[in-house]
Every structure is written in C-alpha cells, then in structure tokens.
C-alpha cells in the first residue's frame, strides 16, 4: 500500500538534519518543538527506520537518515518548481531600499528585466537590507533578493540560493565638513582615529554589519557606536549629519543633501553582491532577473577583481565557487 508523505514531514526532517538541534529547527519552522518531535516520529514509523540519535546532550544522524537527507532536498525541491508556475501572482523582487541611484546593481537588472520582457510581472520590494529580506524569502512572502550573501547565517544561507553577480566597489558617505571630505578618495589607513558606521544599529541589515566587522578587523579600524538607523534618504542625510562618522557604502548611489561620497582606496575594498531566492525557486520572472544579471555583468565585468584590491575569504570562496 502507498505511504502518504507530506512534503511538512520532510520539511521538518531537513531542517532538523541542518540545525542538529530540534529547538532551533522548530524555531525555524515556527512551530512548537513538540510538535516538530511528533512529525519526526511520524516520518520515522512511516519509513520504517531511525532517523536521528537523540541524546540529552546531542542529536546526529543515522545512517537511514544521511541516505534520506538528499532525497529529502531533491523532493522538496521538485515540489516548489512545480508550484512555482502554478502561482498566479507577480514576482516580488526586493531592492533593498527605495532610495535610487545612478548605478544601483538590483535597479539595474530589475529595469533591465521589464525592458527584456514588458509582459513579465516583476514588483519591487524595499526590506530595508538582506537579512531582512531573507526571513520573507524563506516564508515564501518574497522571491529574489540582492545582497552580501556571505554576512548571512549559515542556517539561513543553507535554505537559499546565491549566484555571485557582481564585485561592488566600497566608499564611506561623509558629511560635507568632515575632514576627509575635501579628499577625492579616501584611503583606507586615513580611517584610522574615524569609527565608522557600519549600520550595527539596524536588524534588516545584519548581513552588512557582518561583512563591515571583517572589513574594519583587516584593516585595524574601528566601528562606530550602533544608533537607531534612518529609514529614506532626507533621514539619513540628517542621520549622517549629527553622528557625523564615516558611513560604510558602496559607489553608484545617490549624493544626499550635506553629504559627499567618496571611494576607498589603497587597497580597494570590494564586497561581493549575489541574486538571493530561495533553493528550487524557478520560473520565467526568476530566469529572466538571472539572465540580465549575467548578460550585464559579462557586458561590464562585474564579478572582474582590480588590481590592488581586498576581497574577504568569505566572498572569495563565494566567487571561487562558481
């Protein structure tokens, strides 16, 4: 007779298989532990065979349990591509933030995008930053983002997916009468004695304090104090100008009102910017953001590292992996 699965079952199987831990997984799912414990045991009677070792200190898979664990993904996998053209809804596309810029990498593939196919329903989303936008990826309440995929938990990185789409030069946003203003680029030991702002106030941007703990650990600089963090661009101009510390960016931004841009150099950081949806995410909106993303950057060598540059191990394993 037919053993009825559902994909529930072994959504709570994979999750537990990646966390090791039913509390965390539970969490993850948003369900109760107990509740999480009674669906491993029913996808264990159901399959006839142990699962997990469970002890009062840990939790590790069986041998039927590491057979299970890529047949688990493949059909999860499969479920979500078949329902995916299904959905009668628009793709939601997240831009990070509603403030534009002249060279911005998600508002160029997304306008790139709806020129390559007017028909195309692709609707912008603005969650403020990546690990924002990944908690609704993995609910299914968006489906692509862009960002620092390498500043996300790994947790969170192992439920989505990442294709490196271009190496991003980094600058600091300065108030107009800071020192280091009247130079045309700063370099990075001129830092030095300046705590910068690396949003570490701001939970939607986690991912990018993340990476500017790394950047500023490398280069023997210091962070500046976390503040509740400005939403839109006259907030941040008047953010910018009372704290008046260097603010982490990247170029191709706007210039806000009191405020001036200016490249580091002397090594020049990059930080890596990846197309984020969730793993088995498919469809034609999905392939069509893909498809300009790697048409532009082939066009414009985007993933191209310069000469005298610094790029974290993190995003270089990220950018070796292709």
């Not at 590292?305 to 992996?321: H, V």
């Amino acid at each position: 007779m037919p053993v009825d699965l559902h994909p529930r079952l072994l959504r709570g199987f994979v999750v537990t298989a990646e966390t090791l831990h039913f509390g965390q997984a539970a969490a993850r799912l948003h369900l109760a532990q107990q509740a999480l414990s009674r669906d491993i045991r029913t996808l264990e009677r159901l399959l006839g065979r142990e699962l997990f070792v469970r002890t009062t200190r840990s939790v590790a898979l069986t041998p039927a349990g590491e057979q299970l664990l890529p047949q688990a993904r493949r059909l999860l996998s499969l479920q979500e591509e078949m329902l995916a053209p299904a959905a009668d809804r628009p793709l939601l596309v997240d831009l990070n933030s509603a403030v534009t810029g002249d060279d911005l990498t998600a508002d160029r593939i997304l306008a790139a995008a709806r020129a390559a196919d007017p028909q195309a329903e692709l609707l912008a989303r603005y969650h403020g930053g990546l690990a924002s936008a990944a908690r609704e990826l993995v609910a299914h309440r968006l489906d692509v983002s862009f960002g620092c995929f390498s500043g996300l938990p790994t947790a969170v990185r192992d439920q989505l997916s990442h294709l490196p789409v271009r190496l991003e030069r980094l600058a600091v946003m300065l108030p107009q009468g800071h020192p280091l203003a009247r130079h045309s680029a700063v370099r990075v030991a001129e830092l030095v004695g300046h705590p910068v702002d690396i949003c570490a106030g701001n939970p939607a941007t986690t991912e990018w304090t993340d990476f500017g703990e790394r950047l500023l650990a490398a280069h023997g600089l210091t962070a500046a104090a976390p503040f509740t963090p400005p939403v839109g661009a006259d907030e941040t101009a008047r953010y910018i100008a009372r704290h008046g510390d260097p603010m982490l960016t990247t170029l191709g931004g706007p210039e806000l009102a009191g405020t001036v841009t200016r490249p580091l150099v002397d090594p020049v950081p990059l930080t890596l910017v990846g197309m984020v949806c969730r793993k088995g995410c498919a469809g034609r909106g999905v392939e069509l953001l893909r498809g300009q993303a790697r048409e532009i950057g082939a066009r414009e060598g985007w993933l191209l590292r310069p000469q005298g540059s610094w790029l974290s191990a993190e995003d270089a394993e990220l950018l070796g992996g292709m």
